[in-house]
Structure formats: structure tokens, C-alpha cells
């Protein structure tokens, strides 16, 4: 049946050869086209698919305090991610991986599923800042689950529980309205840069410059060889003109109060410490803020991210009375000026109260050193009569109220000295004579901020010298960088020998018996000040508002105290929200005083006798809500040692330093 | 006058090039695979080889005339195959193609179907001996190829389906098909054509458009073809020495439909061009074969081999050079996979036997 002779036609055999010749031929040129003409443009782009350019990220430099102790530091802060690799299959391994991670199975594996579709060469993230025994788990079963990896950045460690938050500031992811700073154009989105405080004030300083090294990786993403790295330039360490023991101090001195504290040094304007209450944790911003936490710390009705010390604009109270004396005493007015207090006095057909009359007394016959250190206000408000608002005005600016001090510290704030200038400017109405007698006692338009008041009466217990305060000494930056400060350094104003003696022994006295806080007495320390307690609204709204307005709007304490009495080496500023009385806050500023005293005469400190050691930052047991002490939790502490000889900050359990 | 087949006339020539071809897809299988899951999937490959060669000698002894004899045995055999698929198929990744046997063992029939459509077609060719096609003819030889296809599409399984056609076509223009009745077909298919697209699978229509337009989808259907493109294209004339295409499976599973893009990274426009020499040379020694054929059955058969190897080159390489979609085609001979490999030496089984016939009467 299969016939020989019954061949199929040779012609169409052959042409079938030719097609087929025609098909090679065509598919040669395609390879042709692809791997000679095109090549390089291919071979680009899959340089393009293994070559990535992996940042390595530079170490923010330390924050050191005066005497180059560490206070802000950085720890290397691992993410556990999986990469999607191929040879493994990650659901079977989710049990594993969910145990050594302490996470729920059922999570990982719902994000698994979750980034099944998204492309292969994006990891899946699992845990931010894993803890040092998940670390360990990750490098011991390298070979068991090869998917599972880590990338490590540096994290800021600040102090635990907000100890100097304000002065420090936070860091925070570079915002898009920061990038379009001219100040901040060199910088990349996704650098982490100062966002409050010194962090942002000398972020210059403390930012390094990221490296980064080219790497050969697989399509999951996986670094299978490096080619060549430029290392990062970590930052500079920033050192401080605060001292840690007399920060401590002054925030164990605030400790349960609202408010703020400001040590300086008079003489040339070094902080030495600076605290506002209430405070915040800055590490919970060193890894992620959510949301919730931001809008809790925004809406908060105390203001826990504002910094009161140079931040709060308040009626200075009886402590204004320092400049009103040193106004009068200049003036000529003031030294025999002689006024009996009955408890009040009617000026401009207005009865103005003494604070005395509340325990009803008077004060009698008061000349200018019994106004001060009894803080008589019938007295002030003659003086400020007779002065008038101009003169108290040209002395209180001369004194730097109503403007920035010039802190090297960001969004300080101006605070108000009224003037008739100053009314008809922002009112467009005529200064009203009854309105001085208000500002002779540190009331009515008159507001300053902590920091200010103590430059003030800095300055007039140095005998005029005012300088501007400054968290930085220059010659402590590295060349190159010059502090973001305004105003000159110091300005000397005249100040009548005589008088400035009259007005630091009233002040010597204040904190003596027969003064407004005999109660803050230091024995054997010239320990000189002027409470205030200053009303946070008039009197009249006072009593329209009745029984709630008294609890709500007690008066604020005031203390500005230094130490000695003449040229001082310090001037504390303590101002206690809600304090009631001034006399609470001079016992506050006469802690940090003391300490200040002690370290200076070499005697052991208190503060450090019962506190070793501080523990300024521990991360990771964070979630232990009770705080206690729990040492097998504690992980990523750095712990100063304030009696150790080198002074240099211990690790423990921390791994490497990461400052090299 | 009678002679005994011998292996004397066995084509050695013909069994040394397709080994080489193995040889370079077994090496390169294992280039791409070694760092990954699939490694090992060489060391299978050899085996799969083995058992081919085996298939291949054991099917040469088969007297490809009492095959051809029992076609319409194996014809209904095979639809009842494709049927048993339909109903009892395993289901991976969305498609029934897979019948599970005993030992962990999976069959796919529409492989062994294409051997047995290239004997039904030879068969139904032979028959009609030298006159003229008719109308008639052209149908019946289309419904022959054209049932199975369509049972194989409903799985569904494009690629293998499309394979089904150059059957039919190589039958077609062989058996005596004139230019009038080629035009007519070509004409309705383009009529067809907007219909056939609204039959595919939506993933079938995004590989085609992804063809088109690669980059509108680059992580997605359109990532295989730009990875394919780069790996080829880096290449370059002599080959990539980085490889990394392949290496850090950028190329997702080298091993199977883009072996070649694989191949042609590693060794550049050199060693593709050789390959596709080593592919002619095989085809070339094919059609000879035919043409020295006992018997015009015989030399149908061997057409018929030529057009499914010929069809699987234009496509896969068509598609790794970007010229064509992805339709998941294998590279016979090279890519790895059990089933395809098995299915050629059969088929390189049927053309020895009818080689070794040509003078045997």
C-alpha cells in the first residue's frame, strides 16, 4: 500500500528548506540586532540590575557636656528584613523566623502573603530595632534561612525619660519643607537631620556625610559581592557649656512641677543648665513617632515639646522689681524715696492691693532695700509713677527685655516690654498712665521669658555686664562652623558702684529672715535672689471667674537667685508654673546653687553621693511599663559613671561602639 | 528483494549533532541553576536523556508502517487522553494539563499527542496519494489536527496547541495544497483573528501585549521579556563573563522556555549563531531523511518532525530575541523538562526507523 513511487514533490521538500533557511536567518538577525548593535545599551542596563549603590550611613557626632562627658550618643540599630530568595520557601519558614523575632507566626505570614505581588527585589520588613538576643538569632541561622538579613543605622540614644530633651532636641527625616531651606539644600530625603534644640541648631556639626559602596546584588536584592566603597564621614562631636552634675540637679530640683530652669554663668554666658517641665522622650522620635504619640505631645495643654526656659513669654513678676530698682537707683529717684505700704495705694483714681494684705499685714515705711527684699509693691508702684513707662522701658530693654537674648538655641522668643512706642505701634492707642503702675510689678503688658530674666539680673548683679547666653563656646566648634548666634557677645552698661551695692545686699537678704524666702537660706553660701509670683490673669477676671479660676489659674513662682551676691559665677532663673508662691521656686534655684557650690568647693555632691551613676538611655526596654528595674531586659544602656576617673561613658552589653 | 533493517544504517550523523545540542542545554541548565532551588535539575536532565536515547533505539526497531497501520487506534487513544485531562487533569497554576500517576509521576499527554497527530497526518496524506486537495480533503485534515487542538486550548494550554498547527500545514502544502486554497485560508484567519482574541485567558492577552509593549508593564507579564532582552543583549558578541542576568536570576527559571537567553548571555552571539548551526544542520539531515524516505508516508512523518522542531525554534528564539510573544514553549533538545525531551527522541525513533527502511522493501 505504500507506494515507492508515489514521491512527494522535491520541490516542495526543497522549499521547505529554504523556509527554514528564511526562519534561521531572521532569528540570526535578531541575535545580531540584540547582542552586537545593542549590546552596550543592554549591557547597561544589566550593570543597572546588579550594581545598586548601597548609603552607608555616617554616625551623628556625640553631644558632650563641658567636662566631655557623653550625654547623646548613637547605637547601631538593626531591621530585620527578608529578601525573597528563590531557593526558599518563606511561609514554611515563617514559624521559625516569627519565633526568633518574637512575633506572631500568623503576622509574618500575613505579610508575606501581603508583599507576594509587589516586585521580588523589595524586601519585606518585619521588625524595626530588633533587641541584640534577635540580632543573634538572625547571624546564628544564617545558613538555616539565608532570606532573612538585617540593615543596620545609626540611632540616637538620648537620656531615658526626656533628662534634657529641650536643650537637645530630636532628629527626625529631613521634611520637604526643610529640603526647600537654603540651608538644608545639600541634604537628601531620607537624611536624618535636628529637628529641635541643639540637634537642629548645630546639625552642621553633628551630621556626617553618608558614604556608600557599590555592590554587586541579585534580583532579590541580596549583596552577593561589594566592588568598591567610599566610607562615610561620621559627625563631629558637639561639646556643650552644660554640666551634667548641675543638670542633674536641676532636674531633680523641677522634679513634679511645671516649668523651667536656667543656670548661666553670668560672666561670659555659658549655660550650664537649662530644663523644661513637663519633658518629652526623645528616643521615642529616634526610631519612629506615630501619630498618635505626635498628636498627643502637639495637643498636650502643658506643652511638653515647648522649651519654657527661653519659649515662654510670661508676666515676670516681682522679679521685675530688680530692673524697676536699678532703674530708680540710677535715676536718682529711688534712694530716698520713703513710702508707707498700707496695704494698697489708689493711683490714677484705681486702688492697686500689696500682695502683703493677703496675710493681712502692711508693710509700714519702706525705703528702697526693705521694697526689694520684702518685695513691697505700693513701693514699685510709686517708683514706676514717678519713673514713668519711658524710663522703665530704656532700662528693661537696656537689660535685654523685649528681645531675643541671642541663646544659640532655635525659636527663642522676644517676650513684650511695653513702651507708649510700643502701644500706639501694635494697639494704635495712646499709653494710659494707670497702665505703668501695673509694669512697676512685673505685671500688665509685661511678659519675659526665663532665660532673659536671668541675663538680666545676671547682669545687674555683675554690676552691668550683659552678655549672650550660649550653649557652645566657639573656640569648642570646629573651624569653619560659627554659631548661629545674633547680637554681640557682651555689652557693659554703667552702674553706679553705690547702687548696685544697695541692690545685691536687699537681694543677699531676700533669702535671709525677714525676706520673702528665708525658707531658701544656704548656710555659708552668699546666696542672693528676688522671688515673684506672678498672676496669669488680672484680679478682676480672677474673681469674676470665682472658685475655678482659682484653681485653674494659680500664679506663677518666679526665682532668680546667683551666687555670690556681687559678680556672680551663676544666675539661676527658676520658674514654677502653677507655684503659687516665689519662695517655692527659690528653694528650686537654691538646689542647683548648692550643687553648683559643692562641685565648686570639691565637696562630694549630694546628687552624687546617692546617684552614682545616670542612666541615660535604654531603648529597648522601653515597652517594660513599669519601668522597674529589670537588668536581663536591659539591652542598649549607656550608663555615665560620674565618679570614674576618665569620665568617658561605660557600655555594656551594647556590642561595638559605634563612633569609630 | 528484502533487506534486514541494521543499525549500519542508523543515522549516526544526525544522533551525534542532536547530541551536542543536548550537551550544550545539560551544561547551561546547569550554569543557571547551580546557585538556586533548581540545582540538581541537570543531573535530571541527563537522565531524561538516557531514557530518551533508550526510547529513541527501542522505537527505531518499530516498523513505522505497522504504526502508521494502527493510527486511527492511537488517534482515538489520544483524544481519549486528552479527555481523561479534562476530567481527571491535575490543576497547577491554573491550568489542567497534568494527569498524576502512580509514584509521584505526572503525564502530559498533549506531548505524545503531537507524535501521534504527525502519524494520523502522514497517514491521512499518504492515502490520498498524489491528486489534487479538494475542499474536502482540507477540512478533514484540519478537523484531525484540529480537534485535539482545541481540546488541548479549552486546558488551557496556548503554546502547546499552536505546535499542533505546523502539522497540518507541513501535511498540507506537501499533500498538494494550491495557492488559491492557501490565500483563502490565510484570508479567513485574518478575519478570525479579532474573534480568537476575545477567546484568550486575560494572562494569554497580557504576554501578547506585554510583547508589544514591554516596558508598560515592566514588573509585571512584561518583566520575563525585558529580562530575556537584557540577558541576550549583554551578551554581546562573545558572551558575558559576569553572566549575571542568569546568575542572579534576574531571569526568572532559566532552565525551561528561556534556556537560550540564558545561553546566549553566557556565550554571546558566537555561541547562539552556533547553536542555531547545530539546529539547521539537524533540520537539513531531517528533510534529507525524508526525501530518501522508503515510501511517501515516511516521507510525511519526517515532515512532520521537521515542522514541530522547526515551529519550536521559530517561536521560543523568535521570543527570546523579542520577535515574538511569550506563549511558554519549550526549546527542544535544550530546555530542561522530561516530557519534551522524551517527545523528540520518539519522534528521532520513527525518523531512524524510516531511514533505516529506505532500502528495505
Same mark, same amino acid.
Given at each position: 500500500?505504500?507506494?515507492?513511487?508515489?514521491?512527494?514533490?522535491?520541490?516542495?521538500?526543497?522549499?521547505?528548506?529554504?523556509?527554514?533557511?528564511?526562519?534561521?536567518?531572521?532569528?540570526?538577525?535578531?541575535?545580531?540586532?540584540?547582542?552586537?548593535?545593542?549590546?552596550?545599551?543592554?549591557?547597561?542596563?544589566?550593570?543597572?540590575?546588579?550594581?545598586?549603590?548601597?548609603?552607608?550611613?555616617?554616625?551623628?557626632?556625640?553631644?558632650?557636656?563641658?567636662?566631655?562627658?557623653?550625654?547623646?550618643?548613637?547605637?547601631?540599630?538593626?531591621?530585620?528584613?527578608?529578601?525573597?530568595?528563590?531557593?526558599?520557601?518563606?511561609?514554611?519558614?515563617?514559624?521559625?523566623?516569627?519565633?526568633?523575632?518574637?512575633?506572631?507566626?500568623?503576622?509574618?505570614?500575613?505579610?508575606?502573603?501581603?508583599?507576594?505581588?509587589?516586585?521580588?527585589?523589595?524586601?519585606?520588613?518585619?521588625?524595626?530595632?530588633?533587641?541584640?538576643?534577635?540580632?543573634?538569632?538572625?547571624?546564628?541561622?544564617?545558613? #538555616?534561612?539565608?532570606?532573612?538579613?538585617?540593615?543596620? *543605622?545609626?540611632?540616637?540614644?538620648? &537620656? =531615658? @525619660? $526626656?533628662?534634657?530633651?529641650? +536643650?537637645?532636641?530630636?532628629?527626625?527625616?529631613?521634611?520637604?519643607?526643610?529640603?526647600?531651606?537654603?540651608?538644608?539644600?545639600?541634604?537628601?530625603?531620607?537624611?536624618?537631620?535636628?529637628?529641635?534644640?541643639?540637634?537642629?541648631?548645630?546639625?552642621?556639626?553633628?551630621?556626617?556625610?553618608?558614604?556608600?559602596?557599590?555592590?554587586?546584588?541579585?534580583?532579590?536584592?541580596?549583596?552577593?559581592?561589594?566592588?568598591?566603597?567610599?566610607?562615610?564621614?561620621?559627625?563631629?562631636?558637639?561639646?556643650?557649656?552644660?554640666?551634667?552634675?548641675?543638670?542633674?540637679?536641676? #532636674?531633680?530640683?523641677?522634679?513634679?512641677?511645671?516649668? *523651667?530652669?536656667?543656670?548661666?554663668? &553670668? =560672666? @561670659? $554666658?555659658?549655660?550650664?543648665? +537649662?530644663?523644661?517641665?513637663?519633658?518629652?522622650?526623645?528616643?521615642?522620635?529616634?526610631?519612629?513617632?506615630?501619630?498618635?504619640?505626635?498628636?498627643?505631645?502637639?495637643?498636650?495643654?502643658?506643652?511638653?515639646?515647648?522649651?519654657?526656659?527661653?519659649?515662654?513669654?510670661?508676666?515676670?513678676?516681682?522679679?521685675?522689681?530688680?530692673?524697676?530698682?536699678?532703674?530708680?537707683?540710677?535715676?536718682?529717684?529711688?534712694?530716698?524715696?520713703?513710702?508707707?505700704?498700707?496695704?494698697?495705694?489708689?493711683?490714677?483714681?484705681?486702688?492697686?492691693?500689696?500682695?502683703?494684705?493677703?496675710?493681712?499685714?502692711?508693710?509700714?515705711?519702706?525705703?528702697?532695700?526693705?521694697?526689694?527684699?520684702?518685695?513691697?509693691?505700693?513701693?514699685?508702684?510709686?517708683?514706676?509713677?514717678?519713673?514713668?513707662?519711658?524710663?522703665?522701658?530704656?532700662?528693661?530693654?537696656?537689660?535685654?527685655?523685649?528681645?531675643?537674648?541671642?541663646?544659640?538655641?532655635?525659636?527663642?522668643?522676644?517676650?513684650?516690654?511695653?513702651?507708649?512706642?510700643?502701644?500706639?505701634?501694635?494697639?494704635?492707642?495712646?499709653?494710659?498712665?494707670?497702665?505703668?503702675?501695673?509694669?512697676?510689678?512685673?505685671?500688665?503688658?509685661?511678659?519675659?521669658?526665663?532665660?532673659?530674666?536671668?541675663?538680666?539680673?545676671?547682669?545687674?548683679?555683675?554690676?552691668?555686664?550683659?552678655?549672650?547666653?550660649?550653649?557652645?563656646?566657639?573656640?569648642?566648634?570646629?573651624?569653619?562652623?560659627?554659631?548661629?548666634?545674633?547680637?554681640?557677645?557682651?555689652?557693659?552698661?554703667?552702674?553706679?558702684?553705690?547702687?548696685?551695692?544697695?541692690?545685691?545686699?536687699?537681694?543677699?537678704?531676700?533669702?535671709?529672715?525677714?525676706?520673702?524666702?528665708?525658707?531658701?537660706?544656704?548656710?555659708?553660701?552668699?546666696?542672693?535672689?528676688?522671688?515673684?509670683?506672678?498672676?496669669?490673669?488680672?484680679?478682676?477676671?480672677?474673681?469674676?471667674?470665682?472658685?475655678?479660676?482659682?484653681?485653674?489659674?494659680?500664679?506663677?513662682?518666679?526665682?532668680?537667685?546667683?551666687?555670690?551676691?556681687?559678680?556672680?559665677?551663676?544666675?539661676?532663673?527658676?520658674?514654677?508654673?502653677?507655684?503659687?508662691?516665689?519662695?517655692?521656686?527659690?528653694?528650686?534655684?537654691?538646689?542647683?546653687?548648692?550643687?553648683?557650690?559643692?562641685?565648686?568647693?570639691?565637696?562630694?555632691?549630694?546628687?552624687?553621693?546617692?546617684?552614682?551613676?545616670?542612666?541615660?538611655?535604654?531603648?529597648?526596654?522601653?515597652?517594660?511599663?513599669?519601668?522597674?528595674?529589670?537588668?536581663?531586659?536591659?539591652?542598649?544602656?549607656?550608663?555615665?559613671?560620674?565618679?570614674?576617673?576618665?569620665?568617658?561613658?561605660?557600655?555594656?552589653?551594647?556590642?561595638?561602639?559605634?563612633?569609630? | 528483494?528484502?533487506?534486514?533493517?541494521?543499525?549500519?544504517?542508523?543515522?549516526?550523523?544526525?544522533?551525534?549533532?542532536?547530541?551536542?545540542?543536548?550537551?550544550?542545554?545539560?551544561?547551561?541548565?546547569?550554569?543557571?541553576?547551580?546557585?538556586?532551588?533548581?540545582?540538581?535539575?541537570?543531573?535530571?536532565?541527563?537522565?531524561?536523556?538516557?531514557?530518551?536515547?533508550?526510547?529513541?533505539?527501542?522505537?527505531?526497531?518499530?516498523?513505522?508502517?505497522?504504526?502508521?497501520?494502527?493510527?486511527?487506534?492511537?488517534?482515538?487513544?489520544?483524544?481519549?487522553?486528552?479527555?481523561?485531562?479534562?476530567?481527571?487533569?491535575?490543576?497547577?497554576?491554573?491550568?489542567?494539563?497534568?494527569?498524576?500517576?502512580?509514584?509521584?509521576?505526572?503525564?502530559?499527554?498533549?506531548?505524545?499527542?503531537?507524535?501521534?497527530?504527525?502519524?494520523?497526518?502522514?497517514?491521512?496524506?499518504?492515502?490520498?496519494?498524489?491528486?489534487?486537495?479538494?475542499?474536502?480533503?482540507?477540512?478533514?485534515?484540519?478537523?484531525?489536527?484540529?480537534?485535539?487542538?482545541?481540546?488541548?486550548?479549552?486546558?488551557?494550554?496556548?503554546?502547546?496547541?499552536?505546535?499542533?498547527?505546523?502539522?497540518?500545514?507541513?501535511?498540507?502544502?506537501?499533500?498538494?495544497?494550491?495557492?488559491?486554497?492557501?490565500?483563502?485560508?490565510?484570508?479567513?484567519?485574518?478575519?478570525?483573528?479579532?474573534?480568537?482574541?476575545?477567546?484568550?485567558?486575560?494572562?494569554?492577552?497580557?504576554?501578547?501585549?506585554?510583547?508589544?509593549?514591554?516596558?508598560?508593564?515592566?514588573?509585571?507579564?512584561?518583566?520575563?521579556?525585558?529580562?530575556?532582552?537584557?540577558?541576550?543583549?549583554?551578551?554581546?558578541?562573545?558572551?558575558?563573563?559576569?553572566?549575571?542576568?542568569?546568575?542572579?536570576?534576574?531571569?526568572?527559571?532559566?532552565?525551561?522556555?528561556?534556556?537560550?537567553?540564558?545561553?546566549?548571555?553566557?556565550?554571546?552571539?558566537?555561541?547562539?549563531?552556533?547553536?542555531?548551526?547545530?539546529?539547521?544542520?539537524?533540520?537539513?539531515?531531517?528533510?534529507?531523511?525524508?526525501?530518501?524516505?522508503?515510501?511517501?508516508?515516511?516521507?510525511?512523518?519526517?515532515?512532520?518532525?521537521?515542522?514541530?522542531?522547526?515551529?519550536?525554534?521559530?517561536?521560543?528564539?523568535?521570543?527570546?530575541?523579542?520577535?515574538?510573544?511569550?506563549?511558554?514553549?519549550?526549546?527542544?533538545?535544550?530546555?530542561?523538562?522530561?516530557?519534551?525531551?522524551?517527545?523528540?527522541?520518539?519522534?528521532?525513533?520513527?525518523?531512524?526507523?524510516?531511514?533505516?527502511?529506505?532500502?528495505?522493501?
Amino acid at each position: 500500500m505504500f507506494g515507492r513511487d508515489e514521491k512527494v514533490s522535491p520541490m516542495r521538500l526543497t522549499a521547505v528548506q529554504y523556509i527554514v533557511l528564511g526562519i534561521f536567518l531572521i532569528l540570526a538577525y535578531g541575535l545580531w540586532r540584540l547582542q552586537v548593535v545593542q549590546s552596550d545599551f543592554y549591557a547597561t542596563l544589566a550593570e543597572k540590575n546588579r550594581i545598586r549603590n548601597v548609603p552607608i550611613l555616617a554616625p551623628r557626632g556625640r553631644i558632650l557636656d563641658r567636662e566631655g562627658r557623653t550625654i547623646v550618643d548613637n547605637y547601631p540599630s538593626f531591621t530585620a528584613l527578608l529578601l525573597r530568595d528563590s531557593s526558599r520557601d518563606l511561609t514554611a519558614d515563617a514559624d521559625l523566623i516569627a519565633q526568633g523575632l518574637h512575633l506572631d507566626p500568623k503576622d509574618v505570614k500575613e505579610r508575606i502573603r501581603h508583599f507576594a505581588a509587589s516586585p521580588q527585589y523589595q524586601p519585606i520588613y518585619l521588625k524595626d530595632d530588633i533587641t541584640p538576643d534577635e540580632l543573634a538569632f538572625i547571624e546564628s541561622h544564617r545558613n #538555616e534561612l539565608p532570606e532573612l538579613d538585617t540593615i543596620m *543605622a545609626h540611632r540616637r540614644l538620648y &537620656p =531615658r @525619660n $526626656g533628662f534634657m530633651a529641650h +536643650l537637645i532636641g530630636y532628629v527626625g527625616e529631613v521634611s520637604e519643607e526643610m529640603l526647600n531651606q537654603p540651608q538644608f539644600e545639600l541634604y537628601n530625603p531620607g537624611d536624618v537631620v535636628g529637628k529641635s534644640g541643639v540637634e537642629l541648631q548645630y546639625n552642621q556639626v553633628l551630621m556626617g556625610k553618608n558614604g556608600s559602596r557599590r555592590a554587586v546584588v541579585n534580583s532579590h536584592g541580596k549583596e552577593v559581592q561589594t566592588l568598591d566603597d567610599t566610607p562615610a564621614q561620621p559627625g563631629r562631636p558637639l561639646k556643650l557649656t552644660v554640666d551634667l552634675d548641675l543638670q542633674i540637679a536641676a #532636674e531633680q530640683a523641677l522634679e513634679g512641677h511645671n516649668g *523651667a530652669i536656667i543656670a548661666m554663668d &553670668p =560672666r @561670659n $554666658g555659658e549655660i550650664l543648665a +537649662l530644663v523644661s517641665r513637663p519633658t518629652f522622650n526623645p528616643n521615642d522620635f529616634a526610631v519612629r513617632v506615630s501619630r498618635d504619640q505626635w498628636s498627643k505631645l502637639v495637643n498636650d495643654d502643658d506643652h511638653p515639646l515647648l522649651n519654657k526656659a527661653i519659649q515662654a513669654q510670661l508676666a515676670p513678676g516681682s522679679t521685675f522689681k530688680v530692673i524697676m530698682a536699678t532703674a530708680g537707683l540710677q535715676e536718682g529717684i529711688a534712694q530716698d524715696m520713703h513710702v508707707t505700704c498700707n496695704g494698697g495705694a489708689t493711683f490714677y483714681g484705681r486702688y492697686f492691693k500689696c500682695w502683703v494684705v493677703a496675710e493681712h499685714r502692711t508693710h509700714g515705711v519702706v525705703g528702697i532695700d526693705k521694697a526689694i527684699f520684702q518685695s513691697c509693691d505700693v513701693f514699685f508702684y510709686t517708683l514706676a509713677e514717678k519713673l514713668g513707662i519711658g524710663r522703665i522701658a530704656k532700662y528693661a530693654t537696656m537689660f535685654g527685655l523685649g528681645q531675643r537674648t541671642g541663646i544659640d538655641l532655635p525659636q527663642e522668643v522676644t517676650g513684650v516690654m511695653p513702651s507708649e512706642e510700643w502701644k500706639i505701634r501694635n494697639y494704635k492707642q495712646k499709653w494710659y498712665a494707670g497702665e505703668t503702675i501695673s509694669v512697676g510689678i512685673g505685671q500688665g503688658a509685661v511678659t519675659a521669658t526665663p532665660i532673659q530674666m536671668a541675663r538680666a539680673i545676671g547682669a545687674i548683679a555683675s554690676g552691668g555686664l550683659l552678655v549672650r547666653p550660649h550653649v557652645t563656646n566657639p573656640q569648642d566648634l570646629p573651624p569653619g562652623v560659627i554659631p548661629a548666634a545674633s547680637g554681640p557677645d557682651e555689652v557693659r552698661i554703667p552702674l553706679d558702684p553705690q547702687n548696685w551695692q544697695i541692690i545685691t545686699d536687699a537681694l543677699a537678704s531676700v533669702v535671709n529672715p525677714g525676706g520673702t524666702a528665708p525658707s531658701a537660706h544656704l548656710q555659708g553660701i552668699d546666696f542672693a535672689g528676688k522671688t515673684g509670683s506672678a498672676q496669669t490673669i488680672s484680679n478682676a477676671l480672677k474673681a469674676k471667674l470665682g472658685a475655678a479660676g482659682k484653681a485653674n489659674f494659680k500664679d506663677n513662682g518666679w526665682f532668680i537667685g546667683v551666687e555670690p551676691r556681687r559678680n556672680p559665677e551663676i544666675v539661676v532663673c527658676a520658674l514654677l508654673e502653677e507655684g503659687e508662691h516665689g519662695y517655692l521656686a527659690a528653694r528650686t534655684a537654691a538646689q542647683v546653687i548648692k550643687a553648683y557650690v559643692e562641685k565648686e568647693r570639691r565637696t562630694p555632691s549630694k546628687v552624687a553621693q546617692k546617684e552614682k551613676k545616670i542612666e541615660i538611655g535604654a531603648v529597648w526596654n522601653d515597652a517594660d511599663p513599669d519601668g522597674e528595674d529589670n537588668d536581663s531586659l536591659r539591652a542598649g544602656r549607656l550608663v555615665i559613671d560620674l565618679k570614674a576617673n576618665d569620665r568617658r561613658p561605660t557600655t555594656d552589653d551594647r556590642g561595638p561602639t559605634t563612633n569609630d | 528483494m528484502s533487506r534486514y533493517i541494521s543499525f549500519r544504517d542508523f543515522d549516526w550523523v544526525l544522533f551525534i549533532f542532536v547530541l551536542m545540542v543536548c550537551a550544550l542545554g545539560v551544561t547551561e541548565i546547569r550554569s543557571a541553576t547551580v546557585h538556586t532551588k533548581f540545582a540538581g535539575a541537570h543531573i535530571r536532565q541527563i537522565y531524561w536523556i538516557l531514557a530518551g536515547i533508550a526510547s529513541m533505539f527501542l522505537m527505531s526497531l518499530v516498523n513505522y508502517q505497522l504504526l502508521l497501520e494502527r493510527v486511527h487506534w492511537m488517534y482515538i487513544a489520544a483524544i481519549a487522553s486528552l479527555m481523561m485531562v479534562m476530567i481527571f487533569g491535575h490543576r497547577y497554576l491554573g491550568a489542567k494539563r497534568w494527569i498524576k500517576m502512580p509514584g509521584g509521576w505526572h503525564f502530559q499527554p498533549s506531548e505524545w499527542v503531537k507524535l501521534i497527530l504527525i502519524l494520523a497526518v502522514a497517514k491521512y496524506f499518504n492515502d490520498l496519494h498524489q491528486r489534487e486537495l479538494t475542499w474536502t480533503d482540507f477540512i478533514k485534515a484540519g478537523a484531525i489536527v484540529g480537534v485535539p487542538m482545541l481540546m488541548v486550548l479549552t486546558q488551557p494550554d496556548l503554546g502547546t496547541a499552536l505546535t499542533y498547527i505546523p502539522i497540518a500545514i507541513m501535511g498540507l502544502f506537501l499533500g498538494g495544497l494550491r495557492a488559491k486554497q492557501a490565500l483563502t485560508v490565510v484570508m479567513l484567519a485574518g478575519l478570525m483573528m479579532p474573534l480568537a482574541w476575545h477567546g484568550l485567558k486575560p494572562y494569554q492577552r497580557d504576554r501578547l501585549t506585554s510583547f508589544l509593549e514591554p516596558e508598560a508593564d515592566s514588573q509585571g507579564s512584561g518583566y520575563q521579556v525585558i529580562q530575556s532582552l537584557i540577558a541576550v543583549g549583554s551578551g554581546g558578541i562573545w558572551g558575558s563573563s559576569a553572566g549575571s542576568q542568569t546568575h542572579l536570576s534576574f531571569l526568572p527559571v532559566p532552565q525551561t522556555d528561556f534556556i537560550f537567553a540564558a545561553f546566549a548571555e553566557e556565550h554571546g552571539f558566537v555561541g547562539a549563531l552556533s547553536v542555531m548551526l547545530l539546529y539547521f544542520i539537524v533540520l537539513m539531515r531531517l528533510t534529507q531523511n525524508a526525501q530518501t524516505a522508503p515510501d511517501r508516508a515516511g516521507t510525511f512523518v519526517v515532515m512532520g518532525v521537521v515542522a514541530v522542531l522547526s515551529f519550536h525554534i521559530l517561536v521560543n528564539i523568535g521570543m527570546v530575541v523579542g520577535f515574538m510573544p511569550v506563549t511558554g514553549i519549550p526549546l527542544p533538545l535544550m530546555s530542561y523538562g522530561g516530557s519534551s525531551v522524551l517527545f523528540m527522541f520518539l519522534a528521532l525513533g520513527i525518523v531512524m526507523n524510516i531511514r533505516m527502511r529506505r532500502f528495505v522493501n
